[in-house]
């Protein structure tokens, strides 16, 4: 159970960032990651994690 919620919310945080992306294409990296963390209430670094698959998150 614990890991579907979290493939759900590894999809959702991707899915988020990707639409970030197309509506502020001018904004840096960092500033599309502090804004996704925000929002799904976890760290910048959690973001860049899951975005490139890294450690747990791959």
């Not at 639409?19 to 804004?35: G, S």
């Not at 760290?43 to 791959?58: D, F």
Request: charged content about 35%; hydrophobic content about 35%; proline content about 3%.
């Amino acid at each position: 159970m614990a890991k579907t919620h979290l493939k759900t919310r590894n999809q959702d945080v991707k899915r988020f960032f990707d639409e970030l992306c197309k509506r502020h294409p001018e904004w840096r990296l960092d500033a599309l990651e502090d804004k996704t963390a925000a929002r799904f209430y976890i760290s910048p670094r959690t973001v860049r994690a899951i975005l490139k698959g890294e450690g747990i998150y791959a």
